[in-house]
């Protein structure tokens, strides 16, 4: 059965009945959902922060000093992921710095 997708990556399809199903559910005030039969958490030592949550990335091109590049390669596990390293600082000097 085809439906709307589920996720951007399109990896879960649902159908109209329970897309229209998700929305009715979406619109309940709180005091109305009744969570009776969900077991509380209450252990959360083994869970994983982001695990299901991938931001969307944009490939582009950016010319960087080579001394700059070299440094967060050097901090870089056998030099990979650095750019995740390059995306962090960045993220973390734009909080710093306001999104204005």
Do not use: C
């Amino acid at each position: 059965m085809k439906g709307e997708p589920l996720r951007r990556d399109g990896s879960e399809h649902l159908t109209p009945e329970q897309a229209g199903e998700l929305e009715r559910l979406a619109s309940l005030p709180e005091e109305e959902i009744d969570t009776r039969d969900i077991p509380e958490q209450r252990d959360w030592s083994g869970a994983r922060r982001g695990l299901f949550f991938r931001p969307v990335k944009q490939q582009l091109t950016l010319r960087l000093d080579a001394d700059l590049v070299a440094w967060f390669k050097a901090r870089a596990p056998e030099g990979k992921g650095y750019q995740t390293g390059v995306n962090s600082a960045l993220r973390a000097y734009v909080e710093q710095h306001g999104s204005d």
